[in-house]
C-alpha cells in the first residue's frame, strides 16, 4: 500500500487547513487509516483515526473539537480538517495505515506510513 499526504503550507493563527491523504495500490475499504503528527524535539502523536469500511472515526481528546477526519472512498482519499489553528499545532503530519485484518479498533499500531507534510502556524 502506498500513502501520498498532502495539503500542508503556512498559515496563520486562527486559520483552517485540510490535509489529504490518498491511499493506492490496495483496496480502501480494507483498511484503517490515522493522523499523526510531530513537532520539532517532540515524539510522535496521535491525532485521529477513521476506519474505511465503517466511517468509525476516533481522535485524540486534546483535538478532537477543532481536528476531524473523514474519507472520500470515490477518491481513496482521507482528510483531516483542522481548525482554529495554534502555533502548537506546527509539526510535520503524517497520514498511516493497517489493514482492518491485522488491527484492533482504534488501531494500536500501523505498517504503512505517508511521506509526511509539514504545518507551520504563525502567531
Known amino acids: 500500500v502506498q500513502l501520498q499526504a498532502s495539503g500542508g503550507g503556512s498559515v496563520q493563527t486562527g486559520d483552517s487547513l485540510r490535509l489529504s491523504c490518498t491511499l493506492s495500490?490496495?483496496?480502501?475499504?480494507?483498511?484503517?487509516m490515522g493522523w499523526f503528527r510531530q513537532a520539532p524535539g517532540k515524539e510522535r502523536e496521535f491525532v485521529a483515526a477513521?476506519?474505511?469500511?465503517?466511517?468509525?472515526?476516533y481522535s485524540a481528546d486534546s483535538m478532537k473539537d477543532r481536528f476531524t477526519i473523514s474519507r472520500d472512498d470515490a477518491k481513496n482519499t482521507v482528510y483531516l480538517q483542522m481548525n482554529t489553528l495554534k502555533p502548537e499545532d506546527t509539526a510535520v503530519y503524517y497520514c498511516?495505515?493497517?489493514?482492518?485484518?491485522?488491527?484492533?479498533?482504534?488501531?494500536?499500531?500501523?505498517?504503512?506510513w505517508g511521506q509526511g507534510t509539514q504545518l507551520t502556524v504563525s502567531s
Open positions: 495500490g490496495r483496496t480502501f475499504s480494507r483498511y484503517r
Open positions: 498511516a495505515a493497517v489493514s482492518v485484518s491485522h488491527s484492533s479498533w482504534p488501531p494500536a499500531r500501523y505498517h504503512a
Open positions: 477513521i476506519s474505511l469500511s465503517s466511517g468509525a472515526t
